[in-house]
């Protein structure tokens, strides 16, 4: 089946800097890749996803890069600010369209 | 439209007894996902259903644990005779098809067994 991995698993950044969150998958047919956010003790909520068929994709402060060939994929955020302080969860749909697999998280803490 | 709805939203229970998780999908959501969050941990797939059938339970345990999609009502979660490793964040999300739309997910249960 699909594994996911991320990286790093915590992420400290000072607000204003950049902050850059990484994943790999192992199944080369899989073909949507959404990211969560979950703040504590709430639900995770999609803040962006990217299909297999764009190598980018943009939403203001938030981008996401896929490199199917090397099968990773990447958050980028820019000007963090406190409120961006969360855990973040990548995810690889599997080809038949029925499963997410999550990756591991991102404690990503944003220091004022 | 009211979201993805679960309730309750914390579950006590003393070990042996039995937890039962509701899950009611967005108006128009016929897909339901189950996942398991331990404390700072990721989200980990347990079961897919969709009306009145399962449609993929490789991550549910084979004991104890049990699911369905009734034609009328939410979505149920059962596990029987609970233990202390049981307790967990269940989330519940749904989507209107396959998961190449968004799936949104629900507040979760807070399942504590003591």
């Known amino acids: 089946g699909e594994n996911v991995e991320q990286h790093p698993s915590t992420l400290s950044v000072q607000e204003g800097d950049s902050a850059v969150i990484k994943c790999t998958y192992s199944?080369?047919?899989?073909?949507?890749f959404p990211w969560y956010k979950q703040e504590l003790g709430k639900r995770p909520q999609l803040i962006i996803d990217i299909r297999s068929n764009v190598g980018e994709k943009k939403d203001q402060r938030i981008a996401v890069t896929l490199n199917k060939t090397a099968k990773h994929f990447s958050l980028h955020i820019t000007e963090t600010q406190p409120e961006d302080s969360a855990v973040y969860f990548c995810a690889a749909l599997n080809n038949a369209g029925n499963m997410l697999t999550f990756g591991g998280g991102t404690r990503l803490m944003v220091k004022p | 439209n009211a979201g993805v709805m679960q309730n309750p939203r914390h579950l006590v229970r003393r070990r042996g007894q039995e937890a039962r998780l509701r899950c009611s999908p967005m108006k128009g959501h016929s897909h339901v996902y189950w996942y398991r969050q331990l404390p700072e941990e990721g989200l980990k797939f347990m079961v897919y259903l969709q009306k009145e059938n399962i449609i993929d339970e490789s991550g549910m345990p084979k004991e104890r644990f049990s699911a369905e999609f009734p034609k009328e009502g939410p979505s149920i979660l059962r596990i029987q005779q609970v233990v202390r490793g049981d307790s967990a964040a269940y989330f519940c999300?749904?989507?209107?098809?396959?998961?190449?739309?968004?799936?949104?997910f629900g507040q979760g249960t807070r399942l504590t067994v003591v």
């Open positions: 199944d080369s047919a899989s073909n949507y």
């Open positions: 999300a749904s989507s209107p098809a396959f998961l190449n739309t968004e799936a949104f």
